[in-house]
């Protein structure tokens, strides 16, 4: 069964730093697309960043870009994004995906929810102002 578990969420002030990471089990991801996604309340769940399974692509929202990094460890089955200078409009529940498909690029990316198939139950992320 496969499982994604996301950690590190908090409360936090504007400016700082955190890291999120994503643990999955159940499955080999090495060969597979990941991504992070958020939903703030009331909004619908938005794209952040995405990372080809190769680890040598990534994509950012531009709402991040230039502060959140995706990265993974594909022999630890992980991955991160480390959030730099956090923002008030930053908070939401983050939550990792993966993408079933092994056959797709090794630079190839996603973007889209409905590109993806195995989710976390999401980690809170809360900016003060």
């Known amino acids: 069964q496969v499982q994604l578990v996301e950690s590190g969420g908090g409360l936090v002030q504007a400016g700082d730093s955190r890291r999120l990471s994503c643990a999955a089990s159940?499955?080999?991801?090495?060969?597979?697309?990941m991504g992070w996604f958020r939903q703030a309340p009331g909004k619908e769940r938005e794209f952040v960043a995405a990372i080809s399974w190769s680890g040598r692509i990534t994509y950012y929202a531009d709402s991040v870009k230039g502060r959140f990094t995706i990265s993974r460890d594909s022999a630890k089955n992980t991955m991160d994004l480390q959030m730099n200078r956090l923002k008030p409009e930053d908070t939401a529940v983050y939550y990792c995906?993966?993408?079933?498909?092994?056959?797709?690029?090794?630079?190839?990316?996603?973007?889209?929810?409905?590109?993806?198939?195995?989710w976390g139950q999401g980690t809170q992320v809360t900016v003060s102002s």
């Open positions: 159940g499955r080999t991801f090495s060969s597979r697309a």
């Open positions: 995906a993966v993408k079933s498909d092994e056959n797709s690029s090794a630079s190839a990316y996603y973007t889209r929810r409905r590109d993806y198939d195995y």
